[in-house]
């Protein structure tokens, strides 16, 4: 079993910036990769990055390359969603899933506001 929480929400104004952590507790020996989704008000969830725990391989959604930076602290059991110049379109939940071999779990997600 591993256990998901996400923290680091709240109101940033457009153009500023707000780090989103993902503490993950359990089997995470298991898991081999942690992914960053998000879901906008009204709309589906949508993949935001991934980083692979193995070789540390990153990738990014188009809509978020270039402002957003995902990072890892192994002897944390952490995973980072750096937002850098958020717009208003970055408003969403976000949600961190941990991904293993049959197995998938999920934060109960943070609330990410972008004000003008």
């Known amino acids: 079993q591993v256990q998901l929480l996400e923290s680091g929400g709240g109101v940033v104004q457009a153009g500023g910036s707000l780090r989103l952590s993902c503490s993950v507790s359990?089997?995470?020996?298991?898991?081999?990769?942690m992914y960053w989704y998000r879901q906008a008000p009204g709309k589906g969830r949508e993949y935001v990055g991934e980083?692979?725990?193995?070789?540390?391989?990153?990738d990014y959604a188009n809509s978020v390359k270039g402002r957003f930076t995902i990072t890892e602290d192994n002897a944390k059991n952490t995973v980072f969603l750096q937002m850098n110049n958020p717009e208003l379109d970055d408003t969403a939940v976000y949600y961190c899933?941990?991904?293993?071999?049959?197995?998938?779990?999920w934060g109960p997600g943070t609330q990410v506001t972008v004000s003008s």
């Open positions: 899933n941990a991904e293993g071999v049959g197995k998938d779990y």
């Open positions: 359990g089997r995470t020996a298991d898991m081999y990769y």
């Open positions: 980083i692979r725990r193995s070789d540390g391989h990153i």
